[in-house]
């Protein structure tokens, strides 16, 4: 093996190079036309550009892929994870090619890939699953059967791919229909395949997974489990291992049912067989026939390099350990830095300003120390082409409370200025009692998240009126000279406008008046506060664990700046394409319903009416692509006898 082509992107595609260069293999990266200036292009060995921009025209082609491998002399392939990792076609492509797949046999792929399929051979093999339906006919009239034969609660998922898309939550039977078409329509989208499945839903389980690995000589043995229960939208944003709920028992059990399964289906290489545990006992989910995103955690665990694991496994080698040789020691936790805003909706943008956490990219940290695996720098170009995760922050120490607490500084520590993020968010969750505790579940956002946000909310405007000095004074205030008149300003932060006033003292040093409270003095600049303009009268602005966006709405009239929107017409919040509008003008609207659905890096979201009202009328249509702002729909008041 020679010379890898990646095929995948950002942080994965980092972070096979990384190994590869170190064992002495040079490697090919392929690019869109969005990635073409990416750090994995200009860290591989030779980079091929795959022309166009949407997935569907570059990393999912199959034959351009091939052909930058041929072009290039590549004599194996990696997938990364995501894209065709999973995708049993281009595995049996690479082969046929003459080329080495860094993955498991194109059968294996086949038989495990889909969901429905892992459970038929685990059912087979004595794994514990869930009861439900994942036959041929995928009718609605079928799954109605089949759901009420099964009962209440259950859950839609899509047969194929994974990342949490075509999954959806039924309590009731009514909302079946409703959710069999929205995970169809996000399953095909983001797989090309919209077979799904239903299966008894648990609401209080842990998200617990198994990491496997086989060699081509049948031995197969596990590394212990990650705990992936703190999710948004079924997507993992917190991961740890090991899981706070599994003892040595737990963990052989569990491990004897995931190396079953991988033998069953004649597995090479790396994979995960994804559990949900409820007490004592555990169902299979699915088994992902890949590198897992959470990976580190699992190397921080054992000091192995899992991507050298794969590479050597595909060179025919036997795996390095035995079941016996493998020690777990201390505690990691991963979290996923995603371009979010403060309501976990996806944004798109550019990095205009970075500055990471002290790390060593790519390897075992040593204990309490941090590693950050991303493909971030200043001038990045977040799109809508791509999924929202920017990079992972990983830290490994002798107790889980010693993760816990360097995972937050090192949150606070990193600075993206720019577009939102999920960064202080998540150092909420890690602190959160529940969290902390050990105690987190997989309902455990659905539960927590608004009154997480809350706190967010309070933290703010605690530090809006210094931070906002800060960004909108740091770029004008030069004068040495004090001035005895106090410049009145209006602040709008989330739609709310807050009046101070700001009286330069000289020196650079400025007096911030607030009515209720006593005058603050600050010296410019402040330390650990950062911000960075975003537009002519708009900051981003970051200070410790706190993140925040001001406009200076003090030129215009009072009583537009004072307005917070209402319900006079609803707009995009991020880039993204309509694939819904179920009103229709001149509809009564309650608060709550949805108006215009867009799917945004492979997701859906539905946008809805935040009061009661009348479409007055609609602005897009399906298939259209969106931008930040746009105004989608507006509304009037509305009618009589509409739903309150």
């Known amino acids: 093996m020679k010379k890898i082509l990646i095929a995948n992107r950002g942080e994965i595609a980092r972070r096979v190079i990384h190994t590869a260069h170190r064992m002495g293999i040079e490697t090919v990266a392929v690019y869109s036309d969005p990635d073409a200036n990416a750090l994995h292009v200009r860290e591989a060995t030779q980079a091929v550009a795959l022309g166009g921009a949407a997935s569907a025209d570059t990393y999912l082609r199959i034959d351009k892929l091939l052909a930058a491998a041929r072009a290039t002399g590549a004599n194996a392939v990696h997938p990364g994870y995501g894209f065709l990792s999973e995708n049993a076609e281009f595995a049996q492509a690479v082969v046929d090619a003459g080329l080495t797949w860094i993955g498991p046999p194109p059968a294996a792929i086949r038989a495990l890939g889909s969901k429905a399929g892992a459970k038929a051979l685990a059912v087979a093999y004595g794994v514990p699953c869930l009861p439900g339906y994942a036959g041929d006919d995928q009718s609605d009239e079928r799954f109605a059967v089949e759901a009420a034969r099964i009962g209440t609660p259950l859950m839609v998922k899509a047969v194929a791919g994974g990342g949490g898309r075509g999954m959806r939550l039924v309590t009731n039977l009514a909302q079946l229909p409703a959710a069999l078409a929205s995970a169809r329509s996000e399953a095909l989208a983001g797989f090309g395949c919209g077979d799904l499945l239903i299966e008894r839903a648990l609401l209080q389980p842990r998200h617990v997974e198994v990491q496997v690995f086989a060699d081509v000589h049948g031995a197969c043995i596990h590394l212990g489990e990650r705990d992936c229960s703190v999710q948004r939208r079924h997507q993992k944003i917190i991961e740890e291992a090991p899981s706070p709920a599994v003892d040595a028992a737990l963990r052989e059990r569990m491990g004897a049912c995931a190396v079953a399964l991988a033998q069953a289906a004649g597995y090479v290489g790396a994979g995960t067989v994804e559990f949900?545990?409820?007490?004592?006992?555990?169902?299979?989910?699915?088994?992902?026939?890949?590198?897992?995103?959470?990976?580190?955690?699992?190397?921080?665990?054992?000091?192995?390099?899992?991507?050298?694991?794969?590479?050597?496994?595909?060179?025919?080698?036997?795996?390095?350990?035995?079941?016996?040789?493998?020690?777990?020691?201390?505690?990691?936790?991963?979290?996923?830095?995603?371009?979010?805003?403060?309501?976990?909706?996806?944004?798109?943008?550019?990095?205009?300003?970075?500055?990471?956490?002290?790390?060593?990219?790519?390897?075992?940290?040593?204990?309490?120390?941090?590693?950050?695996?991303?493909?971030?720098?200043?001038?990045?170009?977040?799109?809508?082409?791509?999924?929202?995760?920017?990079?992972?922050?990983?830290?490994?120490?002798?107790?889980?409370?010693?993760?816990?607490?360097?995972?937050?500084?090192?949150?606070?520590?990193?600075?993206?200025?720019?577009?939102?993020?999920?960064?202080?968010?998540?150092?909420?969750?890690?602190?959160?009692?529940?969290?902390?505790?050990?105690?987190?579940?997989?309902?455990?956002?659905?539960?927590?998240?608004?009154?997480?946000?809350?706190?967010?909310?309070?933290?703010?405007?605690?530090?809006?009126?210094?931070?906002?000095?800060?960004?909108?004074?740091s770029s004008k205030f030069s004068s040495d000279l004090p001035c005895a008149l106090a410049r009145p300003m209006r602040l709008r932060h989330q739609g709310q406008v807050h009046s101070i006033a700001v009286r330069e003292l000289g020196g650079g040093r400025l007096q911030i008046e607030q009515a209720g409270a006593e005058p603050v003095t600050l010296q410019l600049p402040q330390r650990g506060v950062h911000c960075m303009a975003v537009g002519p009268r708009r900051w981003h602005w970051q200070s410790d664990g706190v993140d925040g966006w001001v406009e200076d709405a003090s030129w215009e009239p009072a009583t537009r700046a004072g307005a917070a929107g209402g319900a006079t017409e609803l707009r995009a919040p991020f880039n993204g394409k309509v694939v819904g509008l179920p009103v229709a003008a001149g509809q009564a609207l309650a608060a709550g319903d949805t108006v215009v659905i867009i799917e945004s890096m492979k997701l859906e979201h539905s946008l809805a009416s935040t009061a009661a009202a009348t479409v007055a009328e609609l602005l897009v249509a399906p298939g259209q692509q969106v931008s930040p702002g746009q105004v989608l729909a507006r509304f009037a008041p509305a009618t009589q006898g509409a739903p309150a």
């Open 276 to 473: 949900l545990l409820d007490g004592a006992e555990f169902f299979l989910m699915e088994m992902n026939t890949r590198l897992q995103v959470e990976h580190p955690v699992t190397e921080a665990l054992t000091g192995l390099d899992l991507v050298e694991w794969q590479i050597r496994v595909a060179r025919g080698e036997p795996l390095p350990l035995t079941q016996d040789e493998v020690h777990l020691q201390g505690h990691a936790i991963e979290v996923r830095l995603c371009a979010e805003d403060a309501h976990l909706r996806p944004h798109t943008g550019r990095v205009l300003q970075f500055s990471a956490p002290p790390a060593t990219a790519f390897e075992r940290a040593a204990p309490g120390a941090l590693r950050f695996d991303h493909a971030l720098e200043e001038g990045a170009e977040v799109t809508p082409h791509y999924d929202a995760m920017l990079g992972k922050l990983i830290v490994h120490a002798p107790t889980r409370a010693e993760a816990i607490s360097a995972l937050v500084r090192a949150l606070h520590s990193t600075r993206v200025l720019g577009l939102p993020t999920n960064r202080a968010f998540l150092a909420a969750c890690l602190q959160h009692p529940v969290f902390a505790s050990g105690q987190a579940l997989v309902p455990f956002l659905a539960e927590h998240a608004a009154d997480l946000q809350e706190l967010l909310l309070k933290s703010e405007l605690k530090a809006l009126s210094h931070c906002a000095v800060e960004a909108i004074f």
